[in-house]
């Protein structure tokens, strides 16, 4: 018996059609706008300009950060081997002990009130720039991680050191 409608037993596709319609424009928009948001131009630095300089200039931080290797691993000494070994990346900065990441914000944040009092308490005054000289390895991850504590930190002025093709 039938019900009405037509009795081939063939289902309307038209609107499944519509939906997968849908979802490849939406994932074609969504790829063209993603790809346009990366730069394949911009590379970060080498690692052996992610060590720290002999002479930075004055009153700036030049925040070096590597990923913890093998390589980066023997070249520190026992005792920063052992509190570095679950470290993702390791931070060095001129004259200090390389750091991990938590112990870079709680140092951020020193230097930043350090630098605030030096500046008689006007942050307009304050004329400490932030260098970031992160290794070509380092996961861009950990990057985002220590821009964000330097902002949370309070500092304004930022450098970014890369290579840029063509250069």
Same mark, same amino acid.
């Given at each position: 018996?039938?019900?009405?409608? %037509?009795?081939?037993?063939?289902?309307?596709?038209?609107?499944?059609? %519509?939906?997968?319609? &849908?979802?490849?424009?939406?994932?074609?928009?969504?790829?063209?706008? #993603?790809?346009?948001?990366?730069?394949? %131009?911009?590379?970060?630095?080498?690692?052996?300009?992610?060590?720290?300089? #002999?002479?930075?200039?004055?009153?700036?931080?030049?925040?070096? &950060? @590597?990923?913890?290797?093998?390589?980066?691993? &023997?070249?520190?000494?026992?005792?920063? +081997? &052992?509190? !570095?070994?679950?470290?993702?990346?390791?931070?060095?900065?001129?004259?200090?002990?390389?750091?991990?990441?938590?112990?870079? @914000?709680?140092?951020?944040?020193?230097?930043?009130?350090?630098?605030?009092?030096?500046?008689?308490?006007?942050? +307009?005054?304050?004329?400490?720039?932030?260098?970031?000289?992160? %290794?070509?390895?380092?996961?861009?991850?950990? !990057?985002?991680?220590?821009?964000? #504590?330097?902002?949370?930190?309070?500092?304004?002025?930022?450098?970014?050191?890369?290579?840029?093709?063509?250069?």
């Amino acid at each position: 018996m039938s019900h009405g409608g %037509d009795d081939s037993g063939e289902s309307d596709l038209t609107p499944l059609l %519509d939906l997968v319609l &849908q979802l490849l424009m939406f994932f074609i928009i969504n790829v063209n706008l #993603a790809t346009e948001q990366s730069n394949p %131009d911009v590379k970060l630095p080498l690692s052996a300009s992610a060590t720290p300089l #002999a002479k930075p200039i004055a009153g700036d931080v030049y925040l070096n &950060q @590597r990923i913890r290797s093998v390589q980066v691993m &023997q070249k520190l000494n026992e005792a920063d +081997k &052992q509190r !570095l070994e679950n470290a993702e990346s390791i931070v060095f900065v001129s004259s200090r002990a390389p750091m991990t990441m938590s112990e870079t @914000r709680g140092w951020l944040v020193e230097e930043y009130r350090n630098a605030l009092k030096k500046a008689g308490n006007d942050e +307009k005054a304050m004329t400490v720039t932030i260098h970031f000289r992160p %290794d070509g390895d380092l996961v861009t991850e950990e !990057l985002m991680k220590l821009m964000k #504590a330097v902002q949370v930190a309070g500092f304004k002025k930022i450098k970014m050191h890369a290579i840029v093709r063509g250069e």
